[in-house]
């Protein structure tokens, strides 16, 4: 499909910025987002129209089936978080934050095992990093550490990662789409773009991963539901094999480093490194002091 220079450039910026209003009109109302993302999952019979193969299915109902029912229920959970009923209560466990974890490395597990099966196998080395290299949620000296969902409104899903995770996958993940749905590569970009840029404008690195949570949901939720990208942004004939290969290999390069420094630091400090100026213990003060959080 020939489109001109000057759509590309509407339509992606267009999405971008949709996209940021998006994801900060869904932190600041958590009650009507997670209305919003149960809703969704009504269109799930029109689902069978656009989905195909086993990565496009597992993809989309592994992102926006958790988004819905585990990200909303847990934000509405906290923003009531004084109240003791069982199911608040039951979306304020400890398994909430465990299940997001896993649901991340699900995330890049998924695209890994297609990495490795249309034989971008530079790529997949980088998401079997990326894997293994996410904090895990855990308890240390009776507080939570590097995920939480904050007791302040808006009641945000925050991550304590770091700035190179962040980016590395970004980098990973473009170049994953870039070969396995070139068609998809510019819409995709926008995505990875908003959330990068998000916490940028905001200012906190911590909101990376709800702003992931929410561009990602949507994208799929449309994808699921109808095919307007391909019209407005195909980037079909983007693909270069040669530029495929060696973003594969450029990033490798910069994912061996970062994994080499990863765990030099975890062994040296016996715990995994976090953005230095939002270190991990502040997960704790924003989970148990809401006035302490309000500083950072």
């Excluded at 409104?153 to 990662?161: Q, R, T």
């Amino acid at each position: 499909m020939d489109i001109p220079v000057w759509q590309y450039v509407v339509s992606m910026t267009g999405y971008i910025v949709l996209l940021l209003v998006l994801v900060e009109g869904m932190r600041r109302t958590p009650r009507l987002t997670a209305a919003f993302w149960l809703l969704s999952l009504l269109t799930a019979p029109l689902w069978v129209e656009q989905l195909d193969g086993w990565f496009r299915w597992v993809k989309t109902v592994s992102v926006i089936i958790p988004t819905a029912i585990v990200v909303g229920g847990a934000r509405i959970a906290y923003l009531y978080h004084e109240n003791p009923h069982k199911v608040l209560a039951f979306f304020r466990g400890d398994w909430v934050l465990k299940f997001l974890y896993a649901m991340l490395v699900l995330n890049i597990a998924e695209a890994t095992v297609k990495d490795f099966a249309t034989a971008n196998y530079f790529n997949a080395i980088c998401g079997v990093i990326l894997c293994i290299t996410v904090p895990f949620p855990r308890y240390k000296n009776g507080k939570r550490q590097y995920w939480v969902i904050g007791k302040d409104k808006p009641n945000d899903l925050l991550f304590y990662s770091t700035a190179a995770w962040n980016f590395l996958y970004t980098t990973w993940n473009l170049a994953f789409v870039f070969g396995e749905s070139p068609a998809f590569f510019a819409s995709s970009f926008c995505i990875l773009m908003a959330a990068e840029i998000y916490p940028i404008i905001k200012g906190r690195p911590e909101l990376y991963i709800i702003a992931r949570v929410y561009t990602l949901a949507f994208h799929l939720l449309i994808r699921a539901n109808s095919d307007i990208f391909v019209p407005l942004m195909d980037s079909t004939h983007w693909y270069n094999e040669n530029v495929l290969y060696y973003w594969g290999v450029i990033n490798l390069a910069l994912h061996i480093p970062f994994a080499i420094w990863y765990f030099k630091t975890q062994k040296k400090d016996g715990e995994p490194p976090c953005d230095e100026k939002h270190p991990a213990p502040l997960i704790s003060d924003l989970e148990d002091s809401p006035k302490t959080a309000k500083t950072h």
